[in-house]
C-alpha cells in the first residue's frame, strides 16, 4: 500500500509541476486613452477572433497598455487585441466588415483584404518559457 501512495504523490507531484507559460503583450500606437483595450489568447485556429480561450482588459496610458497572461500550458497559440474606444465590449465595424477600431495581433500579423490568418499569428510556449510581444495597433 505505501508503494501505491509513493507512485500516486509522484504522479500528483509531477502533474503540479507542469511547466506553466507566461505571455506579456505590450501595446502601442493608440490614437488616444480612451476606453481600453480588449486582449484575446486563442489556442486554436478553429476558434482564432471567434472564441476566446482567456481574455483580460487594461486601461491605456500614454497611448500604451501591457497585459500579461500567467500560467499557460504548453501548446500553439494567437493573441489579438483591439482599441474599445467607447467602452461598449465589442469590436466595432462598419457595414459588418470595416473596423472602426484599431486592433493587433501577435507577431503583428498582417490584415489584409480580410482579418489576420491564424498562420500568421500563431506562436509556440513550452517548458515554462517567458515570451514577451510588442503589438502595434
Known sequence: MQTVLTYLMLFLTGFLLQAQNTL???MAGFENNDGKVLVGLYN???DFLEKIYQGTSS???NN???VTFSDVPDGVYAISCFHDEDDNGKFNMLF???PTESFGTSNNAPAMFGPP???DAKFEVKNNQKLKFNIKL
Open 96 to 98: 459588418g466588415f470595416i
Open 117 to 119: 490568418k491564424w498562420e
Open 64 to 66: 500604451k497598455a501591457t
Open 24 to 26: 506579456e503583450v505590450s
Open 59 to 61: 486601461e491605456i496610458v
Open 44 to 46: 486554436t485556429e478553429g
